[in-house]
């Protein structure tokens, strides 16, 4: 996705993520 990647903290370690599609 091209989108704004909003930067979460996922099992305690920060990734990107993406809301619309949850691939990455």
Same mark, same amino acid.
């Given at each position: 996705?091209?989108?704004?990647? &909003?930067?979460?903290?996922?099992? %305690?370690?920060?990734?990107?993520?993406?809301?619309?599609?949850? &691939? %990455?």
């Amino acid at each position: 996705c091209d989108t704004s990647l &909003e930067k979460i903290k996922l099992a %305690g370690r920060s990734t990107h993520f993406c809301p619309q599609c949850q &691939e %990455g």
